[in-house]
């Protein structure tokens, strides 16, 4: 490839909306442009890195004996109300009406349309196992979009679904595709962990995750300091070694006219936030006597959803009490107050509140605080449940150590669905024993698009992007200095420009006629790992200068060793 015949979009400044590294340097890179809220087209150098992981996917896919297929991105809107997931779903899911009046979705996951096809597809257990995968666009109407293509509304995803007879053939397909994820992310080069999951919306029982290693991930992961213990922040047990200590003062209600919470206790007023403690309004379940519900957790403290939902009096998925509601509970003109005592809701106490003494809360009184609260002296002390987010510092669950936490990216997930969907879309064979049986199913998942910000997280410096040879837009780049002026270097640049097209080198030459510092910038900025540099310096004694990314290093090669020394190095 040419300079002179190629799209370099690059840019010198960040765009002023950006705030992670990927983002910056894929809009600087020339690898995307924004088009619209969480919508990005993709340009030449995005699309060669694009295309190269596929390729790395699909061999890998293949080589287990999966079978790539395509499904619509429209999706009809029955199948997903048939699921019961255009609830779970809600708004982020994107709706059409064609000219008939018919309804769509735009898909951000496959499972209804894919059990569909297969339903009409298998009927025999002598098909099984089969195992289908697709490289596709999906979409989710994010709320929020954010961090480039890492949290965008349009997306690209490898999604693949296995369909078994047994739960023995589901497991063994799980762990070829934990493996074969493995071998994948080894290729690429990527820094990652794996970790089991939540299900979430997709549903089934056992799952994990590939989270990556990443300052601005979105995720955060959990470590101990003295195992090789890793679990999503989410599912990780908050452990409570303390002891609950006798009280030291008194109960006491106090006004604070210019305190409009309770966190401004803290920031205003200099009461220490460990002492504070907050109360969070929820559902209840339908079937329970009262309609809400009041949890209790340090206000230096985070609640976690995923616990609460687990709770068997808290609705699942969680809602919270709006204003409103709040205001049936407790006749106050704000909710800023809310607290435990004389509260007629019953209460989930969490761990860490359960051994506190002495502590803060609201009173139910528009400015009023309770201070100096003791559980079984000022309130009954019962219900007590992990309802918090892990902090640093923690004993790790595992009794050895404790937590640390780190940020990171979630570039995959995988699932065993089990009989979920099959028996919502009715998909049965006949087993050896000709009766029907309902088909157990497999899910698994990479994010390509999200992928390649990850990526980047982990492979740049000052200069720009330092992508890992198998995927990199180019391999090496040639930068001939003076070539519109100098003969000799524009000869010996375009013969060693076909010796490598000719060792099936990936190589871009920039033949612009530009200042060399301009090239250079330029080729460091989108990633390119091997650059080498002709000028007529350097002819006289038969060496060209290389540069490599990966240690920032400089030599000179003789001529007729180059080739040689550059496929050594790009290997």
């Given at each position: 490839m040419r300079t002179s015949r190629y799209l370099l979009s690059t840019l010198r400044e960040n765009p002023a909306d950006t705030k992670i590294n990927s983002h910056q340097l894929m809009l600087r890179a020339g690898m995307?442009?924004?088009?619209?809220?969480?919508?990005?087209?993709?340009?030449?150098?995005?699309?060669?890195?694009?295309?190269?992981?596929?390729?790395?996917?699909?061999?890998?896919?293949?080589?287990?004996?999966?079978?790539?297929?395509?499904?619509?991105?429209?999706?009809?809107?029955?199948?997903?109300?048939?699921?019961?997931?255009?609830?779970?779903?809600?708004?982020?899911?994107?709706?059409?009406?064609?000219?008939?009046?018919?309804?769509?979705?735009?898909?951000?996951?496959?499972?209804?349309?894919?059990?569909?096809?297969?339903?009409?597809e298998i009927f025999s257990y002598k098909q099984l196992p089969l195992n289908v995968y697709q490289i596709q666009n999906k979409f989710r109407d994010?709320?929020?979009?954010?961090?480039?293509?890492?949290?965008?509304?349009?997306?690209?995803?490898?999604?693949?679904?296995?369909?078994?007879?047994?739960?023995?053939?589901?497991?063994?397909?799980?762990?070829?595709?934990?493996?074969?994820?493995?071998?994948?992310?080894k290729r690429i080069g990527l820094k990652y962990a794996i970790v089991p999951a939540y299900n979430g919306c997709i549903g089934g029982n056992i799952s994990h995750e590939f989270q990556v290693i990443a300052k601005n991930g979105e995720d955060q992961l959990v470590y101990s300091n003295a195992t090789d213990y890793t679990a999503k922040l989410e599912l990780v047990e908050a452990i409570c070694n303390d002891k609950r200590k006798l009280p030291k003062e008194n109960i006491r209600l106090i006004t604070f006219t210019d305190i409009n919470n309770i966190i401004e206790l803290n920031t205003k007023l200099n009461f220490p936030i460990h002492k504070i403690i907050k109360t969070i309004?929820?559902?209840?379940?339908?079937?329970?006597?009262?309609?809400?519900?009041?949890?209790?957790?340090?206000?230096?403290h985070e609640l976690n959803i995923i616990k609460a939902e687990q709770h068997p009096l808290i609705d699942n998925p969680i809602k919270f009490a709006s204003i409103e509601e709040i205001y049936s509970i407790v006749n106050i003109n704000t909710v800023n107050t809310i607290g435990p005592i004389n509260l007629p809701l019953p209460i989930i106490i969490d761990r860490t509140v359960a051994v506190m003494n002495d502590f803060i809360a609201g009173a139910n009184k528009d400015h009023a605080y309770y201070f100096g609260i003791n559980w079984e002296r000022d309130l009954p002390l019962s219900n007590i449940y992990d309802l918090r987010n892990v902090v640093d510092g923690d004993p790790s669950p595992n009794g050895i150590g404790t937590l640390q936490i780190k940020r990171s990216i979630e570039i995959a997930h995988i699932f065993q669905l089990g009989e979920k969907y099959s028996k919502i879309m009715d998909i049965k064979v006949?087993?050896?024993?000709?009766?029907?049986?309902?088909?157990?199913?497999?899910?698994?998942g990479i994010g390509i698009s999200r992928m390649i910000a990850a990526i980047i997280e982990q492979n740049y410096d000052t200069k720009g992007i330092i992508w890992p040879n198998i995927i990199a837009p180019f391999q090496l780049a040639i930068i001939p200095v003076n070539i519109h002026k100098s003969f000799y270097v524009k000869e010996l640049a375009e013969k060693i420009y076909n010796e490598l097209q000719l060792n099936n080198i990936d190589v871009i030459?920039?033949?612009?006629?530009?200042?060399?510092?301009?090239?250079?910038?330029?080729?460091?900025?989108?990633?390119?790992?091997?650059?080498?540099?002709?000028?007529e310096r350097y002819l006289d004694d038969k060496k060209i200068e290389y540069l490599c990314r990966y240690n920032a290093t400089k030599e000179l090669i003789n001529y007729d060793q180059l080739i040689n020394f550059l496929k050594k190095k790009i290997k």
């Amino acid at each position: 490839m040419r300079t002179s015949r190629y799209l370099l979009s690059t840019l010198r400044e960040n765009p002023a909306d950006t705030k992670i590294n990927s983002h910056q340097l894929m809009l600087r890179a020339g690898m995307i442009r924004k088009i619209s809220s969480g919508i990005y087209n993709w340009l030449p150098t995005g699309m060669r890195v694009l295309q190269k992981i596929k390729n790395i996917i699909r061999q890998e896919m293949n080589r287990i004996g999966a079978i790539e297929i395509s499904t619509t991105i429209i999706h009809p809107k029955h199948l997903w109300e048939k699921s019961n997931r255009l609830k779970e779903y809600g708004s982020e899911l994107m709706h059409l009406i064609d000219r008939n009046g018919r309804k769509f979705i735009l898909g951000p996951t496959n499972e209804e349309i894919i059990s569909s096809f297969i339903r009409n597809e298998i009927f025999s257990y002598k098909q099984l196992p089969l195992n289908v995968y697709q490289i596709q666009n999906k979409f989710r109407d994010e709320i929020r979009p954010r961090y480039g293509i890492m949290r965008c509304r349009e997306f690209i995803m490898k999604d693949a679904y296995s369909f078994h007879l047994d739960q023995e053939s589901l497991k063994n397909t799980y762990n070829i595709m934990l493996s074969t994820y493995k071998k994948i992310f080894k290729r690429i080069g990527l820094k990652y962990a794996i970790v089991p999951a939540y299900n979430g919306c997709i549903g089934g029982n056992i799952s994990h995750e590939f989270q990556v290693i990443a300052k601005n991930g979105e995720d955060q992961l959990v470590y101990s300091n003295a195992t090789d213990y890793t679990a999503k922040l989410e599912l990780v047990e908050a452990i409570c070694n303390d002891k609950r200590k006798l009280p030291k003062e008194n109960i006491r209600l106090i006004t604070f006219t210019d305190i409009n919470n309770i966190i401004e206790l803290n920031t205003k007023l200099n009461f220490p936030i460990h002492k504070i403690i907050k109360t969070i309004i929820v559902k209840a379940k339908k079937n329970y006597k009262y309609k809400f519900i009041a949890l209790l957790i340090r206000a230096d403290h985070e609640l976690n959803i995923i616990k609460a939902e687990q709770h068997p009096l808290i609705d699942n998925p969680i809602k919270f009490a709006s204003i409103e509601e709040i205001y049936s509970i407790v006749n106050i003109n704000t909710v800023n107050t809310i607290g435990p005592i004389n509260l007629p809701l019953p209460i989930i106490i969490d761990r860490t509140v359960a051994v506190m003494n002495d502590f803060i809360a609201g009173a139910n009184k528009d400015h009023a605080y309770y201070f100096g609260i003791n559980w079984e002296r000022d309130l009954p002390l019962s219900n007590i449940y992990d309802l918090r987010n892990v902090v640093d510092g923690d004993p790790s669950p595992n009794g050895i150590g404790t937590l640390q936490i780190k940020r990171s990216i979630e570039i995959a997930h995988i699932f065993q669905l089990g009989e979920k969907y099959s028996k919502i879309m009715d998909i049965k064979v006949k087993n050896n024993n000709k009766n029907n049986q309902f088909l157990l199913m497999g899910c698994y998942g990479i994010g390509i698009s999200r992928m390649i910000a990850a990526i980047i997280e982990q492979n740049y410096d000052t200069k720009g992007i330092i992508w890992p040879n198998i995927i990199a837009p180019f391999q090496l780049a040639i930068i001939p200095v003076n070539i519109h002026k100098s003969f000799y270097v524009k000869e010996l640049a375009e013969k060693i420009y076909n010796e490598l097209q000719l060792n099936n080198i990936d190589v871009i030459i920039d033949d612009r006629t530009e200042q060399i510092g301009v090239m250079l910038h330029d080729m460091e900025l989108i990633g390119i790992p091997h650059i080498i540099i002709i000028s007529e310096r350097y002819l006289d004694d038969k060496k060209i200068e290389y540069l490599c990314r990966y240690n920032a290093t400089k030599e000179l090669i003789n001529y007729d060793q180059l080739i040689n020394f550059l496929k050594k190095k790009i290997k």
